[in-house]
């Protein structure tokens, strides 16, 4: 007969216990923008919500913010690094295909021999590296999990492309992962629409360049605007409203909404979609830190902390939703 498999002896349940982030030093404000597209800094906001973003020096890769924010989100949970048992890298902007970059930053932070592997579910990554890190530390695959998404789109930006140009930022955000005695993290409402995987796209795949083209732009990020709008307006809220109702939560139980940072008018439809009372505050970090994909729930998470605007114990909806088109919503407690 088979032999009998030991079960799994994780933790009952799993939540978020710290949080970091790193904006990069440089602020673009759209009169920067402006240089290279026809345009207005009124249409720019108007259209967005954006007024400033951050984008990356020499110095500041994708691996060194990834440190910077994930020390603190180590530091804010009362953890030492060596206590991290798997780091989980969301970004679609580190460009050495292998190794992944969590290899990297698992022997940088210290932790030992951390598992440590890189996810590319663009702007619904964190949700994605989240449900991750629930289920290792619920199985017992690992106590604590460190989960960070990064970009450094501003290497993806076409500056001459009207539609696209001002959206994008870089930054880090971070969290850990750890046990639970009671539910703080819901179940996720998650998955894919692959017929519009051409909406947003990067223009040229790598290889032209390996076959011996000469493009004359370096690939960048395109997407069709107005379909991802209707997109991201009509049906996430209907993915947010699922993610509270798994979660058995009412939005009258909400206290934070952190949804993607992707357009400020985006945030606003879904807020009046999902008909959330006016005690609810709204994560609306696009305005100075523009799009930063993967990075942009836990950079959004962190500043509502650091500026008191949320407080330990909250409960919030987070939802994200990008190139894929995929998407991730959950209901956590926050750290």
Known sequence: MPAKIKPA????????????????????????????????????????????????????????????????????????????????????????????????????????????????AACAGFGYGLTIAKGLVVEGSARYVLVVGVERLSDLTDLTDRSTAFLFG???????????????????????????????????????????????KYPAIRQEGQTVFRWAVFEMAKVAQEALEVAGVSAEDLDVFIPHQANMRIIDSMVKTLKLPEHVTVARDVETTGNTSAASIPLAMERLLATGQARSGDTALVIGFGAGLVYAATVVTLP
């Open 9 to 120: 002896q994780g933790s009952p349940y799993a939540r978020v216990l710290g949080v970091g982030g790193y904006r990069p030093t440089r602020v673009v404000p759209n009169e920067e923008i402006l240089k290279h597209i026809e345009s207005s800094d009124e249409w720019i906001r108007s259209r967005s919500g954006i007024a400033t973003r951050h984008w990356a020096g020499p110095d500041e890769t994708v691996t060194e913010m990834t440190l910077h924010a994930a020390g603190k989100a180590i530091a804010d949970a009362g953890l030492a690094p060596e206590q991290v048992d798997a780091v989980i890298i969301s970004t679609v902007s580190h460009f050495k295909q292998t190794p992944s970059v969590a290899t990297e930053i698992a022997h940088r932070l210290g932790t030992g021999k951390a598992a440590a592997f890189d996810i590319s």
């Open 170 to 216: 870089d930054g880090a955000g971070a969290v850990i992962v750890g046990p639970s005695q009671e539910p703080a993290i819901g179940p996720t409402v998650w998955g894919s629409e692959g017929d519009k995987h051409e909406t947003i796209t990067q223009t040229l795949p790598w290889d032209v360049y390996r076959d011996g083209g000469r493009p004359e």
